[in-house]
């Protein structure tokens, strides 16, 4: 540069061209179909220069899916690509999601005494169960010597995808058993069949003629009647004595019954 009376100045200025800048709104992802899935595309951009750093915050925010939000909400599977500006560059970045179907606990059973089965289906088999403690899974889907009350119960499939449905147990046993029975093949009371038992499955019945000799022992979970053979051969009228021993419940029903021919 030179003035009016011919000075000649000169002065320097180093220029740097910013380079442009990385963005990356995150990575594929999975989510399961039960799941709010939200993607954040950031506030700001950081970055550094000369040692010092420099927060950008971004300006607007262009979804594929037309919003204009900082976030943008994940309904179903496919691409979702944004673009953000951040009052210098525009920088762009597309993320892939793919959802797994949830499972559904479709039944529960809770025939037998204090215990309960569950059963899912929709999801990705194999699934594992829990109750009450949904971080206690097994593989099992029966669960045991269950108190009466509310319970949780949760399954979760191959996927990680969850399910979970409260109930009340209110589990009762009401052992009704006959004081006699005519096994004459007549088809009408000819077993001796005790009402009730086939909800306590691991019990145990012992038969015993007058003598104390034992006839008969079977579970609960095999029958839950006696034709009033020994061997394979019909016994004669008489009064026989039984013990039925009651689990879980840990109870014992004595007493006699008399077959009449």
Not at 96 to 114: F, G, Q
Not at 205 to 234: M, T
Request: glycine letters at 6%; a negative charge; proline letters at 5%.
């Amino acid at each position: 540069m030179i003035d009016e009376f011919g000075c000649i100045g000169w002065d320097t200025k180093v220029v740097d061209l910013l380079g442009y800048p990385g963005y990356t709104l995150g990575n594929d992802t999975t989510a399961c179909d039960s799941d709010e899935l939200i993607i954040d595309a950031g506030a700001e951009r950081i970055s550094e220069y000369s040692g010092e750093q420099t927060i950008t915050p971004f300006i607007d925010y262009n979804w594929n899916t037309g919003n204009q939000e900082q976030t943008q909400e994940i309904t179903e599977p496919g691409d979702y690509w944004v673009e953000i500006f951040d009052g210098c560059f525009y920088l762009r970045d597309t993320i892939h999601v793919d959802y797994y179907p949830s499972p559904e606990i479709t039944r529960l059973d809770t025939l037998y005494y204090a215990q309960v089965s569950v059963f899912a289906d929709n999801g990705t088999s194999p699934y594992q169960f829990a109750i009450d403690n949904e971080n206690r899974l097994q593989d099992e889907n029966t669960f045991k010597n269950i108190q009466n009350g509310e319970h949780t119960v949760y399954v979760e499939d191959k996927n990680g995808c969850t399910a979970l449905k409260v109930f009340s147990l209110n589990s009762t046993y009401d052992i009704d058993v006959p004081n006699f029975f005519t096994p004459n093949n007549d088809g009408f009371n000819d077993n001796w069949i005790i009402d009730g038992i086939e909800r306590l499955p691991d019990s145990e019945i012992f038969i015993y003629d007058r003598y104390g000799k034992l006839l008969r022992k079977f579970k609960a979970s095999e029958s839950i009647s006696w034709d009033g053979e020994y061997q394979n051969k019909p016994l004669p009228s008489d009064d026989y004595w039984y013990v039925i021993h009651l689990q879980p419940v840990d109870k014992l029903i004595k007493g006699n019954v008399t077959i009449k021919r």
